[in-house]
């Protein structure tokens, strides 16, 4: 009986893992897809078999608490090209990540909060250390919503680590995240460098 009890159990993690890894593989296809969608991207078709990503790892998908951050006055982050954009604190993330206790800062956009379509939208920069080595130097970016902080706790999925546009080309501003954002480990999860040439 214990005996069947772990190999259920062992099976489970195992589609766990398969699935985990799909659900990756279907992120990303979404997220190539985006490039050829917006006209401002840096990239086209041919480009994108430059992109290059850490395998799927979901020991980089991990609970944080979130501390609400209220009566924050927004300020203005800054770019890497550009006079930089205002932005406020939202909420500060604490969780375990490989053992050790980490915490990053969550944002608002100003300009995203007065428009109705993107309001919810929330900001999660972040440098580590594997910038300027083996993922861009600028730091990465995840994406999350108003809606993903549930009872106080919200998923960070490293595996859905981005590059700014100013990974691939120049004339872009991209946010700088933020110094308190630095996580002093090696996030191997998500977007790595660009293979192909950057664009000028």
Known sequence: MK????????????CFGQDYKTQIAQHRKGYMEDFLKDESSPLKKDD????????ADS???VMATAEMLV?????VMPVFSGTG????????????????PMKLTLYKSIALANNPQYS?????????DTNGQATYGGGRYIDMRKGDLKNGTVVIDFNKAYNPYCAYSGGYACPKPPDENHLI???EAGERLFAGEKKH
């Open 185 to 187: 480990t090696a996030v």
């Open 3 to 14: 005996y069947s009890l772990i190999l259920l159990l062992m099976i489970s993690l195992n």
């Open 59 to 61: 020991t980089y998908r």
């Open 85 to 100: 954009q205002p932005y406020a604190r939202y909420a500060v993330l604490k969780f375990m990540l490989k053992g050790k």
């Open 71 to 75: 009566n924050e006055t927004s300020f």
């Open 48 to 55: 994108l078999q430059f992109l290059r990503f850490y395998d």
């Open 120 to 128: 919810d939208y929330l900001f999660l920069p972040f440098t580590d």
